[in-house]
Every structure is written in C-alpha cells, then in structure tokens.
C-alpha cells in the first residue's frame, strides 16, 4: 500500500462545480503539503501545513482552501472550479527533518470543463 | 521571493554522452533537492545535498552543490535509455525543520539509442 494516498486519481469537473481532493498517509509525518503541476511550469505549492493547528497559504492559494482533518488527512477544495485549475495535484509530507526529502503522492488528475 | 532556473529545459541525446543539467537559485540556500519524474508517475527522490560542496552519486547520476555560486550540477555519465525522464531540483531557504521546498521548471531528458 502507498505511504501517502491521493483519491481520487482522476477526475472531470465542470466549471463553477465544488470538488475535494483527499490525501492520506501512513507515514506518520506531521507536515503536509499540497502542490500543483502544470506543463513546462514544475511544481507549485498552493498550501502547506506543519500540524494539524498549523496551515499556511502556498504561492498559488487564490481559489483554494484546505482542511486539516487529522495529522494523517489533508484535503484540499476548490470552492468553484475554473478551466485553468486543471492541473496535476501532488500532496506531499515530511518528517521534517532535512535530509528526509518530501515524500509524494501519486497526484491527481483534474480536469475542469 | 525565491526563483529556482534550471537548465536546459529540454534535452535531447544519445546513450553513452555525457550532459549536465543545470540549477540555479536566487537566494541564499544550503538545502537543495533533486527529484525525477516519469511520465504520468509521481516524484522520486534523488538526491539530498545539505552543504557547500556536497556531492552525492548514485549509479551514472553525480549531484553537487555550490551554495557560495547558489548552483548545483546533476551529471549524467554515459546515458543509457533507463534515464529518460523529467528531472527538477527544489530548494528550501526555510532555515529550519518546517521546509517547503520550491522547484525548478523540470528539465525533460530523452536519451535515444
């Protein structure tokens, strides 16, 4: 089983639709992140929590929020999608300590029509 | 606001060359991290350098770190198809344990027969 779970792994929206976007992970890592990958531009943080008291906005938040659930669940939602939110969405953790590297999950894949 | 440039973003070349890919960074930072990506998979750790001067190798690939230049190399040594792949680097300018990293645009390598 993955270390860190995305569901769904794909998805097709229409614009001005509410959607989540779940991340689990067993590894036991308090800090989490959510990043989003479009062609030609790498990836980009949009939120990213240290516990689960602790959220911060990414580069890219406008159009997003998140929910700490637990330490081991951190969704993230678009209140209502737009076309040029169709990306790759990654979540991520760490254990925080720096010769750990993030550890991934498999993404997501939205679609938004 | 920090600003990750890799070079090339594309690459092109043929098995048993050499080639280098380039990262480099805006501020000062001595934590940088190197992922590779296939296609349509999730990021896979590569490299972790935490110090000016650190080298890592890891079978033909070798990464180095130059935080005075804030520069770092991943050298390709007699590229064989298994390469072929989406390489980013990351940076962390974060100082401490709560990181988040910010990557590079990716540099797309094919390595032909």
Known sequence: DADVTQTPRNRITKTGKRIMLECSQTKGHDRMYWYRQDPGLGLRLIYYSFDVKDINKGEISDGYSVSRQAQAKFSLSLESAIPNQTALYFCATSDGTVNSPLHFGNGTRLTVT | ?113
């Not at chain 2, 606001?1 to 280098?20: C, R």
Request: charged share 20%.
């Open chain 2, 1 to 113: 606001e920090l600003k990750v440039e890799q070079n090339p973003l594309f690459l092109s070349m043929q098995e048993g060359k050499n080639y280098t890919i380039y990262c480099n960074y805006s501020t000062t930072s001595d934590r940088l991290y190197w992922y590779r990506q296939d296609p349509g998979k999730s990021l896979e750790s590569l490299f972790v350098l935490l110090s000016n001067g650190a080298v890592k190798q890891e079978g033909r690939l070798m990464a180095s770190l130059d935080t005075k230049a804030r520069l770092s190399t991943l050298h390709i040594t007699a590229a064989v198809h298994d390469l072929s792949a989406t390489y980013f680097c990351a940076v962390d300018t974060s100082g401490g344990s709560n990181y988040k990293l910010t990557f590079g645009k990716g540099t797309l390598l094919t390595v032909n027969p």
